[in-house]
């Protein structure tokens, strides 16, 4: 094996795959990146088993060939380089590296021994703009369960249908849903629960990037795919998805409010995060809700530490209401939505409250009150 | 005790204080803040018993008093507050702070309880341009001994002396001298030395201040003054010193040379960094200087891993030489010289090497080599 690349594509591709590399002590192979000469591309790909990650970079490819690498080791070493042409070749099974006045060697392990990354059969795919699809899942991974008790609840339910796609989380406290428009109508239904770890990934690998990302799915894999065009680079990313049935959450969803506030969204979080400092063991703040006044005034206590009131103001419909919320879980909900204003529907103290954003009928976060005794 | 004062002038005095403030289970008071009403001032006060942090800030005192609350609760909830005039005011014990909607009352605790700040009895001090003494006191502080397997060297050392500050730390392994000249000559010499923990605090509190700081000194103890005209505030760190006598260290830095280096600071420091991921269990990576080629080569080889060489250019005199260093110890070094230029001074293999920076007699780092066998 023997290529050239130019040193920031390679640190590119290593510092994406490098994210499915861990410490893995029963595996040690894991802590390594497979390195495959394809046509003009290098392949970089690593995996903890749960997903793999491929990135394709062009290269100037002057002999075929495939190695593994410490990914680590490797990343670092390539990071350090003056940002130019680097020279990697294979001799008696260390990789050499030359830029400049730099020289190393590393050893090498045997490619056989590296996991074989599933192919996913199917060739056909959901195709959408990768930022809205990144962001959309950011407001709802952080609600999935970190829990392994109900696995269907520690991933990110994926549900295509018609012209739409839905993604949700929750944890049995609380549940979001955000709803984006596809630009066809699909022929056939489908729905994944794609791990939480995976969808984390996803958005840090992809986030920031502009394009459009495609979405394989077979029975027990989910592939996304996003070129780059602007560095002729491309992501890979496999996982594995979560067996089982999502729970029928949209039963949860309250149909009607009794109480519904308008409040902008810093402000409301900010008397939150003030009250939550006088909360006790159950993170409870209380809210009461005063129509004629257009207020809300919010309240915690412990006798230990001592006791907060705060009031802010908004806009009112409905009745006068008092309800406890875990502070937490209304902190969570008020970062996932980004308009300047929220909207926050209540109902008596058993049912759930709906947070959403003014202006954006395709996000909804439910959660669940703490009953009073 | 009742008093008015702008958000943003008590939190940034809390969060001057906070800094002394552990999470201390033994005794819980330290836990707190003392706040005490002194004429146009309020002071805040928060002790480890190794460490006492004043901060004197302007307000508008109705009534003096005195009372003991959570540092970090106050801290917090001011935090939150919108920068608007704040109340704060004593009633049946309990802290009551109110500032537009939000109010808030917390218990306080006995200010009897709380420890008694020792004074310092001289009013004789030395007077140094803030910014210039912290950041002398960064070059060094890093370089004293984590252990206290010998006291002495986990402190730095500070010698006023005719009219110059010498600042000095130590682990054994490498050394690290400061001189700043004082505006006037002193009459009388003295010394001590501070404990790393202060003098890393008395960096990060005031650091970037613009001022002078005043120095005072006692057998047991050193008091740090600082002014902030700005903003009409003080801080004052008062410490206790660590007792026992400094080692003769001019002793160990050496008065020759064999050959002499000088290379680009940021380039050095990327070919060690580089060399480094490939050095083993004691850190040690091999120079060798060639001074005909003008020509310093990094080597560093570890069998399971594999190696690395580069080779940077730089200005050389004197005679051909090899020798070993722990890399850390030579980032560490180069990471406290600022200048884009460095001198290495080099000896045979058994003498330490001599680091400083180009266009500046002040500072030097003297690192011992690692011996070859």
Chains 1, 2 share one sequence.
Not at 135 to 150: C, H, N, R, Y
Not at 339 to 345: N, Q
């Amino acid at each position: 094996m023997k290529f050239e690349i130019l040193k920031d594509n390679l640190k590119n591709g290593l510092n994406i795959v490098e994210r499915a590399t861990g410490k893995n002590l029963t595996l040690p192979i894991l802590n390594n990146v497979l390195i495959e000469t394809k046509e003009n591309f290098i392949n970089l790909v690593c995996t903890d088993l749960e997903i793999a990650i491929v990135s394709k970079n062009l290269a100037k490819i002057e002999k075929e060939g495939k190695i593994v690498a410490p990914t680590k080791l490797l990343l670092n070493f390539i990071s350090l380089l003056p940002n130019k042409k680097i020279t990697v070749f294979l001799k008696n099974k260390n990789l050499f590296i030359e830029c400049e006045n730099f020289k190393s060697q590393i050893q090498t392990y045997n490619p056989e021994d590296f996991p074989i990354i599933p192919q996913i059969k199917t060739t056909e795919f959901i195709e959408i703009e990768n930022k809205i699809f990144c962001e959309g899942a950011s407001q709802v991974v952080e609600v999935t369960s970190p829990s392994q008790i109900k696995p269907e609840l520690s991933g990110v339910y994926f549900s295509f249908f018609d012209n739409s796609l839905k993604m949700v989380g929750t944890d049995s406290f609380r549940l979001a849903e955000k709803k984006i428009e596809l630009e066809n109508k699909i022929s056939q239904e489908f729905s994944f629960i794609l791990p939480s770890k995976t969808t984390r990934e996803l958005i840090s690998i992809l986030g920031d990037k502009n394009g459009k990302i495609k979405i394989f799915s077979s029975p027990n894999l989910a592939l996304f795919d996003f070129e780059s065009k602007e560095i002729s680079s491309f992501v890979q990313i496999t996982s594995k998805i979560i067996e089982g049935e999502y729970p029928n959450y949209q039963e949860i969803i309250p149909k009607k409010w009794k109480t519904k506030i308008i409040l902008k969204r810093e402000d409301f979080l900010n008397h939150i995060k003030t009250a939550s400092l006088f909360s006790g063991r159950i993170n409870e703040i209380k809210l009461s809700v005063q129509p004629k006044e257009n207020r809300v005034s919010i309240f915690a206590k412990t006798p230990e530490i001592g006791e907060s009131q705060s009031s802010l103001f908004g806009k009112i419909e409905g009745e006068k209401l008092e309800t406890s919320f875990n502070y937490k879980f209304l902190v969570d909900g008020l970062l996932n939505i980004k308009s300047s204003e929220v909207i926050f529907e209540l109902s008596n103290g058993e049912e759930p409250g709906v947070l959403k954003p003014v202006g954006d009928l395709n996000y909804i976060y439910v959660l669940m009150p703490i009953k009073s005794y």
